[in-house]
């Protein structure tokens, strides 16, 4: 439990070990992510990084250990539950339905969440984090019409619609133009400020070292 003047991390991974057939992903590992902190996780490929992005988003469950939010114990046994814990995640491939536009897509992340009771609403209310953060996305587009750069923006759009307090970027920035990279990391400078907790996973050292105010490697 924190003390007086000590910030609850927005995350806790205590002691998580992953196992798959032949080979151990993790190995009883601890971190913790600080809220307005940019947290890099940097290592090789294989090195489990991705895993532990799996195990917080939901997708994977952990043979040993446990997570905390925000100073409490949870199970992660799905997307759903991560996001309901203030959890999201932005990967090298994005994970949207092509023949939705983009707001219906974010309407799927918001179905269970009860924050929205009309698609116009969550039209209005996407459009307010795409001219405040300059992303450049029409939400009434279908995502078929997307390119790769934007289609990652959508998933951090989906992010700061949801109002994730934890925000997870596996990789995310591998593939997208140094100009972009650089828009983003002002993105995640910005929810810095706000006060929401960043893990960023990469395999990158210059650009944890950029970007971080911690690394765990």
Same mark, same amino acid.
Request: without cysteine.
């Given at each position: 439990?924190?003390?007086a003047?000590?910030q609850?991390?927005v995350?806790?991974?205590r002691g998580?070990? =992953?196992?798959?057939?032949?080979?151990?992903?993790?190995d009883?590992v601890?971190?913790?992510?600080l809220?307005?902190e940019?947290?890099?996780?940097?290592?090789?490929n294989g090195?489990?990084?991705?895993?532990?992005?799996k195990?917080?988003?939901?997708v994977?469950t952990?043979?040993?250990g *446990?997570?905390?939010?925000?100073?409490?114990?949870?199970a992660l046994?799905s997307?759903?539950?991560?996001?309901?814990?203030g959890?999201?995640?932005?990967?090298?491939?994005?994970?949207?339905?092509? *023949?939705l536009s983009?707001?219906?897509n974010?309407?799927?992340?918001? *179905?269970?969440?009860?924050?929205f009771s009309s698609?116009?609403?969550?039209?209005?209310y996407?459009?307010?984090?795409?001219? =405040?953060?300059g992303?450049?996305?029409?939400?009434? =587009?279908p995502?078929?019409?997307l390119g790769?750069?934007?289609?990652?923006m959508v998933?951090?759009l989906k992010?700061?619609?949801?109002g994730?307090?934890l925000?997870?970027? +596996?990789e995310a920035t591998?593939?997208?133009?140094?100009?972009?990279?650089?828009k983003l990391y002002?993105?995640?400078?910005?929810?810095?400020?706000?006060?929401?907790g960043?893990?960023f996973?990469?395999h990158k050292?210059?650009e944890?070292? +950029?970007?971080?105010?911690?690394?765990?490697?």
């Amino acid at each position: 439990m924190a003390g007086a003047g000590e910030q609850v991390p927005v995350v806790s991974v205590r002691g998580v070990t =992953k196992r798959f057939p032949g080979v151990v992903a993790l190995d009883r590992v601890s971190l913790e992510v600080l809220p307005g902190e940019i947290h890099a996780v940097l290592g090789e490929n294989g090195a489990g990084k991705s895993t532990l992005a799996k195990i917080l988003y939901g997708v994977y469950t952990p043979d040993e250990g *446990e997570i905390l939010v925000e100073g409490r114990r949870v199970a992660l046994a799905s997307p759903r539950d991560a996001m309901r814990a203030g959890i999201a995640m932005v990967s090298q491939r994005p994970q949207l339905v092509e *023949e939705l536009s983009v707001a219906e897509n974010i309407a799927l992340s918001l *179905e269970d969440l009860g924050a929205f009771s009309s698609m116009g609403r969550i039209v209005e209310y996407s459009q307010r984090f795409v001219e =405040k953060f300059g992303l450049g996305i029409d939400v009434e =587009k279908p995502v078929w019409t997307l390119g790769y750069t934007q289609r990652q923006m959508v998933e951090l759009l989906k992010a700061l619609v949801v109002g994730a307090r934890l925000v997870i970027l +596996d990789e995310a920035t591998t593939y997208l133009p140094k100009a972009v990279r650089a828009k983003l990391y002002g993105i995640l400078r910005s929810l810095r400020l706000e006060g929401r907790g960043i893990l960023f996973i990469t395999h990158k050292i210059g650009e944890a070292l +950029d970007l971080a105010d911690r690394i765990t490697v």
